[in-house]
Protein backbone atom coordinates (compact mmCIF):
# COMPACT_ATOMS: atom_id res chain seq x y z
CA UNK A 1 0.00 0.00 0.00
CA UNK A 2 1.74 3.67 -0.76
CA UNK A 3 0.25 6.51 0.91
CA UNK A 4 -0.49 9.71 -0.94
CA UNK A 5 2.05 12.06 -0.37
CA UNK A 6 -0.60 15.45 -0.14
CA UNK A 7 -2.52 13.46 2.84
CA UNK A 8 0.96 13.79 4.94
CA UNK A 9 0.90 17.50 3.55
CA UNK A 10 -2.12 17.95 4.93
CA UNK A 11 -1.54 16.88 8.52
CA UNK A 12 1.81 18.83 8.39
CA UNK A 13 -0.38 21.84 7.91
CA UNK A 14 -2.82 20.78 10.71
CA UNK A 15 -0.11 20.44 12.98
CA UNK A 16 1.76 23.60 11.94
CA UNK A 17 -1.40 25.47 12.67
CA UNK A 18 -2.06 23.83 15.82
CA UNK A 19 0.90 24.87 17.21
CA UNK A 20 0.76 28.26 15.84
CA UNK A 21 -2.58 29.11 17.75
CA UNK A 22 -1.27 27.64 21.12
CA UNK A 23 1.36 29.94 20.72
CA UNK A 24 -0.81 32.76 20.04
CA UNK A 25 -3.19 31.84 22.73
CA UNK A 26 -0.15 31.75 25.13
CA UNK A 27 1.18 35.03 23.79
CA UNK A 28 -2.52 36.93 24.05
CA UNK A 29 -2.97 35.19 27.91
CA UNK A 30 0.22 36.82 28.91
CA UNK A 31 -0.11 39.79 27.34
CA UNK A 32 -3.58 40.57 28.90
CA UNK A 33 -2.52 39.11 32.34
CA UNK A 34 0.68 41.72 32.24
CA UNK A 35 -1.75 44.39 31.29
CA UNK A 36 -4.43 43.59 33.97
CA UNK A 37 -7.90 42.81 32.53
CA UNK A 38 -8.77 39.82 33.99
CA UNK A 39 -10.24 41.38 37.23
CA UNK A 40 -10.72 45.09 39.13
CA UNK A 41 -8.74 43.25 42.32
CA UNK A 42 -5.73 42.48 40.13
CA UNK A 43 -5.80 46.15 38.57
CA UNK A 44 -6.38 47.24 42.28
CA UNK A 45 -3.49 45.46 43.71
CA UNK A 46 -1.18 46.37 40.95
CA UNK A 47 -1.80 50.00 41.06
CA UNK A 48 -1.46 50.11 45.03
CA UNK A 49 1.66 48.17 44.10
CA UNK A 50 2.98 51.11 41.75
CA UNK A 51 1.69 53.92 44.18
CA UNK A 52 3.89 51.92 46.69
CA UNK A 53 6.77 52.41 44.29
CA UNK A 54 6.37 55.73 44.06
CA UNK A 55 6.16 56.31 47.77
CA UNK A 56 9.88 54.51 48.01
CA UNK A 57 10.99 56.79 45.14
CA UNK A 58 10.07 59.72 47.09
CA UNK A 59 11.58 58.67 50.15
CA UNK A 60 15.09 57.66 48.19
CA UNK A 61 14.83 61.51 46.10
CA UNK A 62 14.31 63.04 49.93
CA UNK A 63 17.39 61.35 51.16
CA UNK A 64 19.44 61.61 48.24
CA UNK A 65 18.66 65.17 48.18
CA UNK A 66 18.44 66.55 51.42
CA UNK A 67 14.89 68.38 50.82
CA UNK A 68 12.35 68.80 54.01
CA UNK A 69 8.33 67.68 53.73
CA UNK A 70 6.19 69.56 51.77
CA UNK A 71 8.36 69.98 48.92
CA UNK A 72 6.50 69.22 45.85
CA UNK A 73 8.25 67.12 43.55
CA UNK A 74 7.37 66.28 39.70
CA UNK A 75 7.92 62.61 37.88
CA UNK A 76 10.43 64.22 35.64
CA UNK A 77 12.56 64.17 39.57
CA UNK A 78 11.75 60.77 40.40
CA UNK A 79 12.46 59.22 37.62
CA UNK A 80 16.01 57.95 38.03
CA UNK A 81 14.48 56.47 41.54
CA UNK A 82 12.22 54.11 39.79
CA UNK A 83 12.95 50.67 38.62
CA UNK A 84 12.25 50.74 35.09
CA UNK A 85 11.61 53.72 34.58
CA UNK A 86 8.79 56.41 35.03
CA UNK A 87 6.43 54.87 32.17
CA UNK A 88 6.18 52.02 34.33
CA UNK A 89 4.19 53.27 36.78
CA UNK A 90 0.91 53.54 34.81
CA UNK A 91 -2.66 52.54 37.17
CA UNK A 92 -3.55 49.34 34.99
CA UNK A 93 -7.58 50.44 34.84
CA UNK A 94 -6.21 54.22 33.53
CA UNK A 95 -6.86 56.57 36.47
CA UNK A 96 -4.27 59.34 36.55
CA UNK A 97 -1.22 60.02 39.71
CA UNK A 98 -0.87 62.47 41.57
CA UNK A 99 2.21 62.47 43.22
CA UNK A 100 1.78 65.23 46.10
CA UNK A 101 4.56 67.27 47.58
CA UNK A 102 7.41 64.86 50.22
CA UNK A 103 6.11 63.79 53.16
CA UNK A 104 1.97 63.07 51.52
CA UNK A 105 1.04 59.34 49.83
CA UNK A 106 0.54 59.57 46.10
CA UNK A 107 -2.92 58.95 45.01
CA UNK A 108 -4.33 57.28 42.39
CA UNK A 109 -7.97 59.24 40.58
CA UNK A 110 -9.52 55.48 40.70
CA UNK A 111 -8.12 53.33 43.62
CA UNK A 112 -7.40 56.69 46.07
CA UNK A 113 -3.73 56.27 48.25
CA UNK A 114 -1.94 52.47 49.00
CA UNK A 115 -2.14 51.83 52.66
CA UNK A 116 0.81 51.36 54.39
CA UNK A 117 2.59 47.91 54.21
CA UNK A 118 2.45 46.04 57.15
Excluded at 44 to 58: D, S
Aim: glycine share 8%; with cysteine.
Amino acid sequence: MHKDPRKNMVWIGVLLTATALVFALAYAYIYLDRHCFFSSALQQQRCLGRLREIVRAKQEFQKEWGVTNGTAVTGNQLVEFVNGGWLTLRCPARGEYRINALGSDPVCAIHGAAPAKK
